[in-house]
Structures are given as structure tokens and as C-alpha cells.
């Protein structure tokens, strides 16, 4: 490589605004921190902004209190020389203004497929390539490959084909949606939204039209109008920062969606295996879940298309104004909820709330009997109960005796309280909430009768 010329470079890192930025991250923005690239951090710090004295976009860290230009900053990104950085920064200026007149060099950085397969390092981490994929419904196409370090991270770049099998790293045009030439090419199908790309892949091998963007940095402006007049279905990932990032999502499809229903995989998880998912589980570990035990391909295919279509229909509408992920599983309260005869309280976690088995059976207070012999009044109540399929008989119980709940032994050893601390206060409170709507109240007065006349 040549030397360049200082006032030459000086040009070139004049014209490369944000938009440079953004070919290595998407999600970069003058006046708006991101997190950033240089260290592991959960709390945006990173921030970009115009130098007024030389025009330049800089950026700063004020956690780690890196501060580079854009020269330094894909130095560091890429991990190449000060020569190799100044190389790629040509090439993406005069590929963005004329990608088909971009002139050959000899030794400029040109990435092969072998190149983009290789390890790379970021955030001081070492990450080993895992999977590529080819997004040619953008113009032009660009390769976005996807990194996976040993603690589990992942990272992204991206890659646009300059020559035969010669590649830049940056993204000459608008991202899209992942599977955005199927969504085109079915205008009028229902679109399921998810978060990964697997996910997407699991999908469409069932026959269904689904798409993402990846995470919600990576949810652009210019992808709305992919879902304008159509209905989507959001299906988020089993974890808080999942269900977080689907309804910030939800939200701007909301706004050109001719529907939008929201999808919870923990109802039919519970409800097939009886257990609550594991935190973070998607839908292609359902689909996966749902093939254990089937030995057939075309039964498996046919098996889990099914149990897709049924939870599909269990879609509620996504209401932008509302937290969805509070439960909304029971139509008497969002405390309690009935299940293959069993009744279930939500617990509050830090990955959001679970369902917990309180006991096997259901039960009510039918009735408040209330009775007065005009000096002073008792209260009982008439319980009625369900194990399964089998109704239990009505239990008349004092008012004063309801709380110690020793009286569930009149229906026999069959009706069980799980085990745990405070079990049965939880089992006593979720029997009378349950039954606000559903009590009758009698009211019984003894009349006292004068001495019989002679």
C-alpha cells in the first residue's frame, strides 16, 4: 500500500459520517449512547458524536474511557493494522458512492470466505464463526455472519461481495428482516414475529411465514412498512429481557398492523408436559420438545404443526399500552389460575412469573350461609370441589374453622396440598378469591315464639 497523504486521510475521515459507524454497528447514533464494543458492559455507555473543530464523527466510552476517531475505531473493532484500517475506510466510502466503479487494488482488505470463517476478537473476547447467511432480498445482498464465544456471546458482522468471492466488512444497504423474500413473496399470510433466527428456520420447515430482525437494536425504522395491513403474531422468548424486547417491537408494527396477537409458550408448555419451560426457551426448544418420542419424520412434521396451529389459536391481542407479560390465563384473576384440575399461583421471579402447582383439585365457596337468631350471628360456608373430571362432595364448614383448612380430609386422602412453607394460607386465599364471583349468600333469621296459650 502506498503512504497516504495526511490531508488526503484527513478527506476521508471527514466524509465518513455516522453512517460508517453503523456498517459495524447498526444501532449507532450520534447523541444517543449504545453499549459498548470495546469491554463487556450491561449499561449503554458508548456515545458518538461530531467533532465541531475538524467536523469528524468521534466516538467516546465513559466506562472504559476509550475515545477514538474512525480510523482507531475499526482499527480496534476488526483488529488490523493503522494501514489495513485506512484500507477498509476507502473502500466503504467509494463503495457507498459508486459500488460498481470502486476500483481494484492489488493489496487492499478483501475478505475470502475462508477469511470470514476464521476467529475474531471483540470485547476481548476470542469468537469462533458458527453459522453464515445470505440476505439477498437487500440491495445490494450482504452475508451477515454470526460469532459465538466459550462463555456463550454472540456477535454479528456483516459483508458485502465488491468482486468474485471477494468481500468488504459493511453493509452498502438498508438491513432487512430475515426470511424478507418470503414475507414478499406472501403478501397475504399471517406473519410470525420471533427473536432468532433458528427460531424463524424451525418455523418455516412446518410450512409457516416467519421473520426477524434479530434483537430489538437491530429492528430498524424502515422494516414497519414490511408489516403494514397484515396480521402478526408475536411469539417472544421465554426470559424477561425476551418479552421486554417483543413488546417494544410490538409496539411500532402496532402502528401499520392490521393485527397483532401475542403468544405466550409457557401456556401450551405447561399444559403438555406439565411443567413450566425452562428461562430462555423459544419455540423451536418447543418444537423440539414435542419431537421427543416420535420416531416417524412425517408423523413428527405433522406432530408438532399441530400443537404450532394450537397455539396460534391461543393468541391474545397485543395491546401497546398494557405489560404483556403479565399472565392472562385466568378470566376471574391474574393470581390464580385452573389447569387439568389442578390450581396454580404465579410466583414473581427476576426472569418474570411461574406458575406453581398449590394443590390437585379445584374448589369454591358456593354459598354464605349466614344465621341470626336475633341475639347474634354465625357464618357457614357450603364448599364445592373437582378432582380431575369427578366432582367432590359439598362440605359445610364453620367460618372459624375454614382458615386452619383441616377440613379438606372429609374428601379423602386422594385431594393433596403440595408441600412448602405457607402452602396452605396460599390454597386458603386463592379458594375465596376464587370465588368472589361465584358465592351465594342465605340468610336465615329464628323467630322466637311466645309460651303456647292455654
Known amino acids: 500500500m502506498k503512504t497516504v497523504k495526511r490531508r488526503d486521510l484527513e478527506m476521508v475521515k471527514q466524509c465518513a459520517g455516522i453512517w460508517v459507524y453503523q456498517y459495524f454497528m447498526p444501532e449507532a ?12 458492559e450491561t449499561r449503554p455507555s458508548l456515545s458518538f458524536y461530531e467533532d465541531k473543530r475538524t467536523g469528524e464523527v468521534k466516538c467516546k466510552c465513559f466506562g472504559c474511557g476509550k475515545g477514538s476517531d474512525i480510523v482507531d475505531f475499526i482499527k480496534s473493532y476488526a483488529n488490523v493494522s493503522t494501514r489495513e484500517a485506512i484500507e477498509m475506510l476507502q473502500d466503504i466510502v467509494k463503495a457507498e458512492s459508486s459500488l460498481k466503479n ?12 475462508v477469511d470470514i470463517k476464521r476467529s475474531i476478537k471483540d470485547s476481548n473476547q476470542i469468537f469462533e464463526f458458527d453459522r453464515m447467511h445470505c440476505d439477498d432480498a437487500a440491495n445490494p445482498p450482504y452475508l451477515k455472519a454470526i460469532y459465538k464465544s466459550s462463555s456463550g456471546d454472540k456477535t454479528a458482522r456483516f459483508y458485502t461481495e465488491v468482486e468474485g468471492g471477494k468481500f468488504i466488512m459493511s453493509r452498502l444497504s438498508e438491513p432487512v428482516l430475515y426470511n424478507q423474500k ?10 410470525i414475529y420471533v427473536e432468532g433466527e433458528k427460531d424463524v428456520d424451525s418455523l418455516t420447515k412446518l410450512g409457516f411465514l416467519a421473520v426477524t430482525a434479530g434483537s430489538v437494536n437491530d429492528f430498524k425504522d424502515s422494516m414497519i412498512k414490511n408489516f403494514k395491513g397484515r396480521t402478526v403474531v408475536l411469539i417472544p422468548d421465554y426470559d424477561k429481557p425476551g418479552i ?6 410490538g409496539r411500532l408494527i402496532y402502528q401499520v398492523a392490521g393485527s397483532v396477537k401475542w403468544i405466550d409458550i409457557s401456556e401450551i408448555w405447561q399444559q403438555r408436559f406439565n411443567a413450566p419451560p425452562e428461562k430462555g426457551a423459544d419455540i423451536t ?3 423440539n420438545k414435542l419431537r421427543e418420542g416420535i420416531k416417524h419424520d412425517e408423523e413428527t412434521i405433522q406432530c408438532i404443526r399441530e400443537a404450532v396451529l394450537d397455539l396460534l389459536n391461543t393468541a391474545r391481542d397485543f395491546k401497546p399500552t398494557e405489560t404483556m407479560s403479565e399472565p392472562q390465563n385466568s378470566p376471574l384473576t391474574d393470581q390464580y ?7 396454580y399461583h404465579w410466583k414473581v421471579t427476576k426472569e418474570g412469573k411461574i406458575p406453581v402447582k398449590l394443590f390437585i383439585f379445584t374448589a369454591i365457596i358456593s354459598e354464605e ?11 357457614k360456608y357450603l364448599i364445592t370441589g373437582r378432582q380431575g373430571d369427578t366432582m367432590l362432595d359439598t362440605i359445610e364448614v364453620s367460618a372459624s374453622s375454614f382458615v386452619s383448612m383441616n377440613w379438606i380430609h372429609q374428601w379423602g386422602s386422594g385431594v393433596i396440598i403440595e408441600p412448602g412453607h ?3 394460607d396460599k390454597v386458603r386465599h386463592a379458594i375465596q378469591v376464587m370465588s368472589l364471583s361465584k358465592t351465594r349468600r342465605t340468610y336465615c333469621y329464628a323467630i322466637t315464639r311466645g309460651p303456647n296459650p292455654k
Open 29 to 40: 447514533k450520534i447523541g444517543k449512547k449504545v453499549l459498548c464494543c470495546f469491554h463487556n
Open 102 to 113: 470502486t476500483p481494484r487494488r492489488q493489496k487492499s482488505r478483501y475478505y475470502s470466505y
Open 182 to 191: 418470503s414475507l414478499n413473496e406472501r403478501p397475504k399470510d399471517q406473519v
Open 244 to 249: 421486554k424486547s417483543m413488546e417494544k417491537i
Open 285 to 287: 426448544d418447543l418444537c
Open 337 to 343: 389460575y385452573e389447569k387439568n384440575g389442578s390450581l
Open 369 to 379: 350461609i349466614i344465621e341470626d337468631n336475633g341475639v347474634d350471628s354465625t357464618r
Open 422 to 424: 405457607s402452602k396452605k
